[in-house]
């Protein structure tokens, strides 16, 4: 059975469905010898090369779903090259003999925590999509005086580049002056959100970690710049949760 070509090639681990619609605007992609176009459905066993390099489908195809957990530390970029040369996510996670980790989502350069990456595009492109909600918890560390009226706003909604934008959850997670800490939920992953949001009631974010993406926590015991593969029943109710 034919499928669209974006879903098929990230499923295949190649990138994630969105990318892989870039480079087909790009004409990056040929099957059977034509440059392919968005729209264009095959079947796994067509020949495929991307910037002229073959692309073994079957062999990616059949691989396992996997997903890691990798604590990005701060001072890390999320893309797998930088004009800055500055340490990229990517130097510090296992290597796959097909296919290429794909990340779920990003955190900014100053920004720690969970970061989920996986070898199938299309299972990234679903934890992705703004119609799944999946909550992103954050552990935010405050400088400035946060007010009952500001707490309000932030929950109610505060216009970011012409949309509302929200938190759908704020807890005081305790602390003193400079060390007060708020944990916080949204359900999209709108670049610098939380920073902006916060930012917008003249208060400053010293610290931003995330602890959660979906039902993935931290774990304690995982230390920054260290990765670990989550088991295949977790990767199953991820599947089943999407």
Known sequence: MSEKIQKILAHAGLASRRQIELWIRDGRIVINGQVAKLGDRITPDVNIAIDGRVVKLFKSIQQKTRVILYHKPEGEICSRKDPEERPTIFDHLPQLRHGRWISIGRLDFNTSGVLLLTNDGELAHRLMHPSREIEREYAVR?????????????????????????????????????????????????????????????????????????????????????????????????????
């Open 142 to 242: 405050i400088l400035g005086k946060v007010l009952p009226n500001m707490i309000k706003k932030l929950k109610t909604g505060i216009i970011l580049d012409d949309k509302k934008a929200y938190f759908d959850d704020i807890t005081d997670a305790g602390g003193e002056g400079t060390n007060h800490w708020y944990h916080v939920i949204v359900k999209e992953g709108r670049n610098r959100m939380v920073r902006r949001l916060w930012e917008s009631q003249g208060l400053t974010v010293s610290r931003l970690i995330r602890i959660r993406y979906g039902m993935i926590t931290l774990p304690r015991f995982l230390r920054r710049g260290k990765w670990q593969e989550l088991d295949q029943d977790t990767v199953t109710e991820l599947l089943k949760s999407i």
